[in-house]
């Protein structure tokens, strides 16, 4: 049988699972700061983040980037942060609110049909949330209207599979459970954007220059490997959105299976999972 990519359902089906992972990804936020806090200090850096910038957050989630950004930028400056799903816009306004901070807005918008004003922002910045954009050259070219003359851009996305292997265990064993066949080149994914030089690639064809990477070597430390079980298992959306054509049994023989080969990261010292980020930047 021949899967057909169907790239609205796939948005629906991502939007709703954000929907019903919102409340976890909040939760787990100080885990997820720790672990991407390298590379979102770099994400920033390379956006030219700085007082008085105008940010635009593309797929902003909880918006721990977007504090770190809304912090960066003072009063004088602004961060705009949208998200397809609405649920995880509000625990990124409340975590604003609570860290003092009155220069953040949120905004539901859809990242392939940026509905802002053309020029209006100083940086556009994306944390792990380009891989799973269907149509990555039509989101970047709105990122690109989006840019002032001299703005930057700048993303986070995983490197390849091999590098990720927290993310990546997972990912093998669901497909190999649930006989889905590996993503095609152009479609959305964990490691979509992941082979050397393809972010930067995407960055040139949508017209910005000054086009640059860096690998971050970023291993997410938990104390125990069922802590990562449980982190995925509750936050993950891309792992629920394949396990859905599974049964419930089948589900947890497959989260049964993930834990056994996850435990090979766990150590004296707690758990490892190997993870690679990259984070790229251009100039419009």
Sequence with gaps: MTLTFDPVRYKDTTRAQWEDAAAAWHAWGPTLEEWLGEATTLLLDAAGVTTGSRVLDVAA???????????????????????????????????????GLTNVRTRELDGERLDVDAAAFDAVISRLGLIYFPDQPG??????????????ISAIVYSTADRNGFFSVPVSIIRRR???????????????LGGHGVLEDAFRQAGFRDVGSQAIPAPLRLPRAADCVRFERESFGALHQMLAGLTPEEQEAAWQEISTELARFEGADGFEGPCELIVGWGVK
């Design 61 to 99: 989630g909880a918006g721990g980037q977007s504090i770190a950004a809304a912090q960066r930028v003072g009063d004088a400056g602004a961060v705009l942060a949208t998200d397809i799903s609405p649920a995880i816009l509000d625990y990124a306004a409340a975590a604003a609110t609570a860290a």
């Design 139 to 152: 989101a970047l070219a709105g990122q690109y209207r989006a840019l002032r003359p001299g703005g930057r």
């Design 178 to 192: 649930a006989q889905l066949p590996p993503p095609a080149p152009g479609q959305p994914g964990p490691f979509s």
